[in-house]
């Protein structure tokens, strides 16, 4: 599916991965951008890139403000409640799904965001679509498992009921230039805080480049069916937390400290055959990526030095 020229919603436009996706596709479609905007200035940035703008509340339901004629939508918002208020966090995670589908019910496809934290626990066995679902985040994030499952629901029962094609994509651990996990990890070798791991080593995932989830989002647009698709959007590299911040400390020349405990997030690595059979494999090298990132850090932090 060629997104160029079409009307295209992206949700949780001033999230991490949602922002990242909205900075690429700015330009290249008629692009709306929709998040509550509670940080200032927020808005304003959208703005400024030509994307149009709508504040919306899914945990309510209260999308006033949004137009409901779209080609594509692409759901990348998230409510974390910092006190894992379980209420909250279903209602926006899950209920919001239900709200935006039936607003947007007209769409040709419907991209929900979901992750691969939906999985049951099984260490370093690389997790399938029909794989157990369980509560995986549980003593990183207490509501966040179980609020994507309730949004996966939704989003099941949505497509049914609105007749929309719908694609749930798992996503595993994105990392772009400013984005992810990886990059958190680069912050914290750099300043020499402790990386917390868990105790059942090596802590293993799939990574996905910003440029991978940019090269597969028009093949998980073309498998969105009614019933909903569901596919695991990761990269097909496995690679260990201990592997990427050595790389790291190897180009900060920096000696990562890691701190090995029992209430850390546990591997979660997926199969990607799935994927693969849509989009083709993946395209850049964790290493590669990483480098990027690493170069992209460094050349802010000089400038930075010198404003």
Known sequence: ????????????ATGQVGSAVVRRLAGTCDLWGAARFSKAGSRDKLDARGVHTAAIDLASGDLADLPGDFDIVLNFAVTKSADA?????????????????????SADAFLHCSSTAVYESAGRSPRKEIDPLGDDHRVFQPTYSI?????????????KAFGVRTVIARLCVPYGDFLGW???HLMMVDKSYPVALH?????????????????TIPA???????????????????????DWTAFMGQRLGKEPILDYVENALDSVVVDTSKLQSLAGPSTVHWTDGLSQMIDAQQRATRARDHA
Not at 199 to 215: G, S
Request: net charge negative; glycine share 8%; charged share 20%.
């Open 1 to 12: 599916m060629d997104l160029n020229g079409k009307r295209v919603l992206v949700t949780g």
């Open 199 to 215: 105790t059942d080593r090596p802590n293993l995932f799939n990574l996905i480049h910003l440029d991978d989830i940019m090269r």
């Open 147 to 159: 609020s994507k499952i309730a949004a996966e629901a939704v989003a099941r029962f949505g497509a």
């Open 85 to 105: 208020d379980f209420d909250a966090d279903i209602a926006g995670n899950a209920e919001g799904v239900g709200h935006l589908m039936r607003h947007c019910a």
């Open 182 to 184: 990886p990059f958190f």
């Open 220 to 242: 998980l647009l073309d498998a969105a069916s009614v019933p909903a698709t569901i596919i695991n959007w990761a990269g097909d590299e496995q690679v260990s937390i201990e």
